[in-house]
């Protein structure tokens, strides 16, 4: 029986500079899963965190900074996993930051990019989804119940 499961978060990055929007991309490093590729932000909840806590925490561990505001996309990432026969639905999450990221061990480079180039540097076609909706929302405005209190 296929197993549904929630166990990770996405984070998607950015940045008005100039007044253009740029979003954050790392590149994972040599040894750890992912090797690289370019990727948003992401990990695993852990026991008693709930999906928001997540997104606050891997920011902060991921970039070394606090968002200055982190919001709900209203959208799932979901993908199956063969290898566990287990659909994962993933909580989706944005989060506006001021700075540079100072990189942890699991990633080696980061860039900022417009959408496009971004969009181009995302391996799967779910991520590049998300993108786009985090820009169009960007773009429409964001309704207040959306943002997260912490």
Same mark, same amino acid.
């Given at each position: 029986?296929?197993?549904?499961?929630?166990? @990770? +978060?996405?984070? %998607?990055? %950015?940045? $008005?500079?100039?007044?253009?929007?740029? *979003?954050?991309?790392?590149?994972?490093?040599?040894?750890?899963? %992912?090797?690289?590729?370019?990727?948003?932000?992401? =990990?695993?909840?852990? #026991?008693?965190? +709930?999906?928001?806590?997540?997104?606050?925490?891997?920011?902060? &561990?991921?970039? =070394?900074? !606090? #968002?200055?505001?982190?919001? @709900?996309?209203?959208?799932?990432?979901?993908?199956?996993?063969?290898?566990?026969? !287990?659909?994962? /639905?993933? #909580?989706?999450?944005?989060?506006?930051?001021?700075?540079? #990221?100072?990189?942890?061990?699991? $990633?080696?480079? *980061?860039?900022?990019?417009?959408?496009? &180039?971004?969009? &181009? !540097?995302?391996?799967?076609?779910?991520?590049?989804? /998300?993108? !786009?909706?985090?820009?169009?929302?960007?773009?429409? =405005?964001?309704?207040?119940?959306?943002?997260?209190? *912490?």
């Amino acid at each position: 029986m296929v197993e549904t499961i929630v166990r @990770v +978060v996405d984070v %998607y990055a %950015y940045r $008005h500079k100039d007044g253009i929007l740029k *979003f954050l991309l790392l590149r994972r490093a040599p040894g750890v899963s %992912y090797a690289g590729q370019w990727r948003m932000i992401g =990990g695993k909840i852990r #026991p008693g965190e +709930v999906a928001w806590q997540t997104a606050l925490r891997e920011v902060q &561990e991921e970039t =070394g900074q !606090r #968002p200055l505001r982190l919001w @709900v996309v209203p959208s799932l990432n979901a993908f199956y996993e063969w290898q566990h026969d !287990r659909i994962n /639905l993933i #909580p989706v999450f944005a989060a506006e930051l001021q700075a540079d #990221p100072v990189l942890d061990d699991e $990633h080696d480079a *980061f860039a900022w990019l417009g959408l496009e &180039e971004a969009s &181009e !540097r995302l391996l799967w076609p779910e991520q590049r989804r /998300l993108l !786009r909706l985090v820009a169009q929302m960007l773009h429409n =405005g964001l309704p207040p119940e959306i943002f997260v209190s *912490f």
